[in-house]
Each structure stands twice: as structure tokens, then as C-alpha cells.
Nanobody
Framework: QVQLVESGGGLVQPGGSLRLSCAAS????????IGWFRQAPGKEREGVSC????????YYADSVKGRFTISRDNAKNTVYLQMNSLKPEDTAVYYCAADDELLLFCLLPGAYDYWGQGTQVTVSS
């Protein structure tokens, strides 16, 4: 059974940092492309970052470039999203997603078959 579980969300002040984790069970993450997405109230789900399964290429939305870093630990079957210099506009529910055969660009939600339940990130003073 394929399962993704996000953790690491919480309340942080502007300028602070959080590290989100996406732990997989039922499959090996290293063979899957992984994406991080977020959805704020009243807004569409948007791609934040993704990492390919083939060569580890990474991609970022313009709004998070230079502040967020995606990484993979195959031994722990986990993908991370390190978020630094957080801003109030980063507030959202963050989701990870996985797919072994992307047919769309990896920052598009429609590219993925498997999704986690999400973790809330709130950036506020």
C-alpha cells in the first residue's frame, strides 16, 4: 500500500525556518519523482518544488527560489523541504506527492498519482 506522510509543519515567525518531511511506505521513493505543493485558503494548489527520480534534478517555483531546498534521503525513504526566510505568504497546507512516471512537468499537481494528507505551515508574528 502506497502511503505518504508529511510532518514538520507548525507556526513560525516571519524570517524563520521549518523543515518538512515526506516519509514514504509501500514503495521506494528513490524510484519516484517527488513534488511539494501548497494550498492556501481560497487558492488553487500550487507547485513549490520537485525532484526527479532519474538524475535528482530539482525545480522550484519562482516565489521560493533561493529560500527553499528540496532533498532526498534514500536510506530513510524520505524527502525533505527545507524552508528558510519564511514569509506570511508562505502560509498554506503543504502536501507531498509521488509518481513513478511523470507525464507532465513535475510542478503540476496533475502529474502525480499519490498524495499525502498535508501539514499546516503558518507564518505569522
Amino acid at each position: 500500500q502506497v502511503q505518504l506522510v508529511e510532518s514538520g509543519g507548525g507556526l513560525v515567525q516571519p524570517g524563520g525556518s521549518l523543515r518538512l518531511s515526506c516519509a514514504a511506505s509501500g514503495f521506494k521513493l528513490e524510484y519516484y519523482a517527488i513534488g511539494w505543493f501548497r494550498q492556501a485558503p481560497g487558492k488553487e494548489r500550487e507547485g513549490v518544488s520537485c525532484i526527479s527520480s532519474s538524475d535528482g534534478s530539482t525545480y522550484y517555483a519562482d516565489s521560493v527560489k533561493g529560500r527553499f531546498t528540496i532533498s532526498r534521503d534514500n536510506a530513510k525513504n524520505t524527502v525533505y523541504l527545507q524552508m528558510n526566510s519564511l514569509k506570511p505568504e508562505d502560509t498554506a497546507v503543504y502536501y507531498c506527492a509521488a509518481d513513478d512516471e511523470l507525464l507532465l512537468f513535475c510542478l503540476l499537481p496533475g502529474a502525480y498519482d499519490y498524495w499525502g494528507q498535508g501539514t499546516q505551515v503558518t507564518v505569522s508574528s
